[in-house]
């Protein structure tokens, strides 16, 4: 007992969460539904944030087909923190914490501020956060996304089937396809978690992007879907599409922040951001579940009911976030956000797009 407590987050917080059970979960009214099951693409959603640089292909390959992307993706704060990153006083200031000598060399930026490449037996710094760190490390999908049928069929001659087929194969290959949110949502989330202990409470780096939100953080700069109107515009999202958008970047909050939690050793900035984030993640989609009454949703909230956010707690809390995991994929195939127009009070606007 007397250990427990000594392990345990300060009064405030463990108060909101041993209060939970009743208040927080009593609305939750739902059966929970049995999952489809996805094991093809198991292996591919628990890829840490930076790329397996043996299967980078880098920006510029994309670019041979995605000029347009390319061009949007320029403008952005993550393809410039290649050039700016090292030139920061906070940066450097960081290093010399973690007792780096170059930011661009040693492991623990690379793993969420640039894109590396394996050339020969070295790895090389060869972008900043580009195409791949959201899309996934493109060697074993590249050929297969853009794949209609053959070399004869062309676009207008694909059939849904097929289109469904090529999404989910190249989805098996480690592609995050946008086809499922849930999949983009994570790989910003494990950045934007900020999952390193000894980065925040040692370095001083900050514990996590605590105003993230996918559609306001998406949406603006970071829009590149010309694709979908074959080029000739950046199309912005239906109200529906932004619906599901929005729930699938909050349920990624919970699971990443339900992660980061689970690697807290210490009390600290750290183990207490992180938790707090979890904590808070869980009541805003408390409140969505409420308007959207949703059996993922609800799977993903009575995972997390279970979770005690307490230091050293990581197989149950990874458990818990695994279970989160699955509840956020289903939630994106299946949604279509149609009925949901009482989410729309919550959802940022246009003039809050980052
Ligand atoms: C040889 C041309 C080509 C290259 C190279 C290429 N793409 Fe594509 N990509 C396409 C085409 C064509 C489509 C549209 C497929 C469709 O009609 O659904 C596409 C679609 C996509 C989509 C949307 C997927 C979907 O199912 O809606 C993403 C994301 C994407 N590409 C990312 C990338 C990235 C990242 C790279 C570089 C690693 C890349 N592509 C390289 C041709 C290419
Ligand atoms: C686990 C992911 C992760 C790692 C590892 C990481 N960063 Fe960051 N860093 C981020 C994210 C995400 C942001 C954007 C923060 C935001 O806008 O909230 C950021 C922002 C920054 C900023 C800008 C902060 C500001 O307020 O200007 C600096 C400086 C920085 N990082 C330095 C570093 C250095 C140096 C390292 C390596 C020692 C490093 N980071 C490693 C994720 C990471
Ligand atoms: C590989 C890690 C990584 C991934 C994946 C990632 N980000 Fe980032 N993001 C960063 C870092 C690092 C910064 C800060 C760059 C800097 O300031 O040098 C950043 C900055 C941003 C900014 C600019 C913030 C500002 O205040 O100007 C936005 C917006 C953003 N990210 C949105 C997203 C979204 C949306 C996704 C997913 C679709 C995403 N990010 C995925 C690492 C990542
Ligand atoms: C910060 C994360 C991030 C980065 C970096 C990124 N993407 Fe995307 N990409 C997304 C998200 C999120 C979507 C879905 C956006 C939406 O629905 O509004 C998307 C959608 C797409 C699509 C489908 C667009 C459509 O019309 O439906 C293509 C193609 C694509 N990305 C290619 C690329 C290429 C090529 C690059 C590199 C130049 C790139 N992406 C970089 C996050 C990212």
């Known amino acids: 007992m007397h250990e427990r407590r000594t392990n345990r987050f300060p009064?405030?917080?463990s108060?909101?969460?041993c209060r939970r059970p009743r208040s927080l979960w009593a609305v939750i009214c739902f059966p929970v539904v049995m999952i489809a099951s996805?094991?093809?693409t198991m292996a591919t959603w628990g890829q840490p944030p930076q790329c397996d640089p043996t299967k980078v292909v880098g920006p510029m390959r994309c670019a041979a087909c995605h000029e347009n992307e390319v061009r949007v993706w320029m403008q952005t704060p993550h393809a410039k923190t290649l050039e700016d990153l090292h030139?920061?006083?906070n940066a450097n200031a960081i290093a010399a914490k973690m007792g780096i000598r170059s930011i661009k060399r040693g492991d623990i930026c690379l793993d969420c501020h640039y894109t590396s490449q394996a050339v020969?037996?070295?790895n090389q710094v060869i972008a900043g956060v580009s195409c791949e760190s959201?899309?996934?490390a493109a060697t074993d999908w590249i050929t297969l996304h853009n794949d209609y049928g053959g070399p004869t069929v062309v676009k207008a001659q694909e059939t849904a089937a097929h289109k469904e087929q090529r999404r989910e194969t190249a989805i098996a290959h480690g592609m995050r396809n946008p086809s499922n949110v849930y999949l983009i949502a994570r790989s910003c989330l494990q950045c934007h978690s900020v999952p390193n202990e000894k980065l925040v409470n040692i370095g001083g780096h900050g514990a996590g992007t605590l105003d993230f939100e996918l559609v306001s953080w998406s949406q603006g700069i970071n829009r590149h879907n010309f694709m979908r109107t074959d080029n000739r515009s950046n199309a912005e999202n239906s109200p529906e599409a932004l619906r599901v958008m929005y729930v699938a970047g909050q349920?990624?909050?919970l699971e990443f922040s339900t992660r980061a939690t689970a690697t807290a050793t210490e009390r600290g900035t750290y183990g207490l951001t992180v938790a707090q984030r979890a904590a808070n993640a869980a009541v805003r989609l408390q409140n969505i579940q409420q308007q959207i009454q949703n059996p993922h949703v609800e799977q993903a909230l009575i995972a997390f009911s279970r979770a005690v956010l307490k230091t050293n707690n990581?197989?149950?809390?990874?458990?818990i976030a695994d279970e989160i995991q699955q509840a956020g994929i289903a939630f994106a195939q299946s949604a279509e956000g149609a009925s949901w127009t009482t989410l729309d009070a919550m959802i940022p606007t246009r003039n809050q797009y980052k």
């Open 38 to 40: 996805l094991s093809t």
């Open 87 to 89: 030139r920061r006083p």
């Open 120 to 122: 020969g037996d070295k």
């Open 314 to 319: 990581e197989s149950e809390l990874m458990a």
């Open 15 to 17: 108060e909101i969460l």
């Open 251 to 253: 349920i990624a909050d």
């Open 11 to 13: 009064a405030n917080l």
């Open 134 to 136: 959201c899309h996934g």
